[in-house]
């Protein structure tokens, strides 16, 4: 028997997000999160794991070209799509992932690919396509992934000669908008999924924290699952995901103390610049940033999805 005491959660990203509300589309966001969160339920209700749950909030969240994974990925210095992905279960500590990845619909289809068909954890660039061809994962042109406010975007970030992150202006702060999922299903398995465009105007080749377990995205049924989002240089230099988890596992925090405790170590660590979604394995939601934002949404032990632009 399925209990209903499973937690689910959901990002698109922390940044400043004033360019969300000068634009007018608070509500958009808010409507896509929403509607994944609920898909994310059925998954979780009728019988479906930890890990089919967060893959599926992952997928739509890729597909929707509000965020920057999948479709809508920013654009790298040559004004190209480049993608990073993993997932993980946190029942032995199983994971999948792809970086520098182009062409490929889902990449956190393909992570989980990895995940499950293959004896690695990280398949990187030709070889990752090589693998997706492999195993019949969908592949678009480069016109499917690029929309013109990335390209705006990208303008104005070559202009201005620098990276950033996607929620952000030029200036002050940068801007992200990677995409996240975590979930604990009825029967206590933890998981967690991470996909990402990476920064704008990134150098090619450069690979962030989402697809590295422990920097980006780290899933343990004894602690906690966490989905990371922020400047990626920073999150592998601090293994963010996984010191969350270890505040868990070491110190007894739950999801919202250890969330707060990451996010304090990666600021006075590297002054860094991001956030975390985390459940716990008792199925308790935290969150945690060091942006003025963060976009995410949860549902907690099967009650109401609740969403915040804040
Ligand atoms: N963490 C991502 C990266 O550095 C960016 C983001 O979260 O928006 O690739």
Known sequence: MISDNFSLMIHGGAGALQHI???GNESDFMQSMQRILEGGRQVLVSGGTALDAV???AVHLEDDPLYNAGRGSVLNEYGEVEMDAAIMDGQGLEAGAVAGITNVKNPIALARRVLEKSEHVMLIGKGAREFANLHNVEIMTDNYFVIDSRIRQWREAQKAGGM??????????HKLGTIGAVARDGNGNLAAATSTG????KRWGRVGDSPIVGA??????????????????????????????DFVHFKG???????????NYLVDKVNGLGGVIVIDRNGHCGVGHSTSGMIYGAIELGGE??????
């Open 21 to 23: 509300r000068r634009e």
């Open 55 to 57: 893959e599926y909030c």
């Open 164 to 173: 950033m992150l996607d929620h952000e202006d030029v200036t002050p702060q």
């Open 198 to 201: 990476g920064i704008v105007n």
């Open 216 to 245: 980006g995205v780290f899933a343990d049924n004894e602690t906690c699952a966490v989905s990371a989002t922020g400047y990626g240089e920073q999150f592998q230099r601090t293994v963010l995901s996984k010191m969350v988890s």
């Open 253 to 263: 925090m739950d999801a919202q103390a250890a969330a707060t405790a990451g996010i």
């Open 305 to 310: 999805s609740l969403c915040h632009l804040a």
